[in-house]
């Protein structure tokens, strides 16, 4: 029996086709909309830059680490830039922020984590105030932003499927919430001033997979005028996941098939042979 028909009896045992299943999966992956020349920032550091050139005005740029890892491109062309553009940047709209499943932990019980817009015990992504391995580590640089502050607003956020919230706090040393800058949760909690001529990482929060698009918006102290742009992310569960249960309906059809054959049937020994 190959693996293929194995799988394919196991997905009948459970009265699911293959195609069902697969549905799921593209459903998930569906959520992120197609886009042309868009890489996927996997792990790293990587800050959003707000800068402000007189000829042109303020604008939003990523730029990335010596550890930055993205889809389809090396760790030097992420540092050097978008072909075309200012040494260093690149456009916001060229990347998708993946977020892991690693990052995924229960909500912390207590009134001061309502900001997250879910309910105690509700999985939440949280990640980007301190480095981890294959994370992306996402902060935000005012080093060009006029020599002055920089804010960066949120507003009208995007989220495929429906119902997903989104926040941008600050951990004290015991773990718990210092500061909220951004709440979708709250009205009025949607803009974070990152002091001059340095950067910062806050902690980001999702509380459902999907696909996030957030509009920001940057004004300065040092520059007149705003930039605009829009940050995305995806939260997806991870591929194993889908390996597994694509094995275990395998093994389950392998193990049925095995004891529905039929028994070979044998004659009486014969003596002398």
């Not at 996402?138 to 020599?147: M, N, P, V």
């Not at 015991?174 to 001529?197: E, F, I, K, N, R």
């Not at 005028?225 to 249960?245: D, I, K």
Request: charged share 10%.
């Amino acid at each position: 029996m190959t693996l293929a028909s194995a799988f394919c009896h196991g997905v009948r045992l459970f009265g699911v086709t293959a195609m069902a299943l697969l549905a799921v999966v593209a459903t998930s992956l569906a959520t992120r909309p197609v886009r042309a020349t868009v890489y996927d920032y996997t792990a790293g550091h990587a800050d959003i830059g707000l800068a402000y050139d007189a000829g042109t005005g303020p604008r939003f740029f990523l730029q990335f680490g010596g550890d930055a890892e993205a889809s389809g491109l090396t760790n030097e062309e992420l540092i050097a830039g978008q072909p075309g553009g200012v040494v260093g940047e690149w456009s916001l709209a060229s990347f998708v922020t993946v977020v892991p499943q690693s990052v995924q932990i229960p909500r912390p019980a207590g009134a001061e984590w309502n900001f997250l817009g879910t309910d105690a015990g509700d999985p939440v992504w949280i990640f980007s105030q301190q480095s981890q391995g294959g994370v992306p580590f996402l902060g935000f640089d005012t080093a060009k932003a006029g020599g002055g502050t920089g804010t960066y607003t949120l507003s009208n956020v995007t989220v495929r499927p429906p119902n997903g919230e989104v926040s941008l706090f600050q951990i004290d040393g015991l773990g718990m919430p210092d500061a909220v800058y951004w709440s979708t949760a709250q009205a009025g909690v949607d803009a974070v001033t990152v002091p001059a001529l340095t950067h910062v990482h806050y902690a980001f929060g999702f509380t459902k997979p999907g696909y996030y698009e957030l509009p920001l918006i940057g004004t300065g102290g040092g520059f007149p005028g705003q930039a605009t742009g829009t940050l995305a992310f995806q939260l997806v569960p991870e591929p194993s996941t889908y390996l597994l249960t694509l094995a275990g309906l395998g093994a389950a059809g392998l193990a049925a098939r095995r004891r529905r054959a039929p028994k070979q049937a044998s004659g009486p020994a014969i003596s002398g042979v």
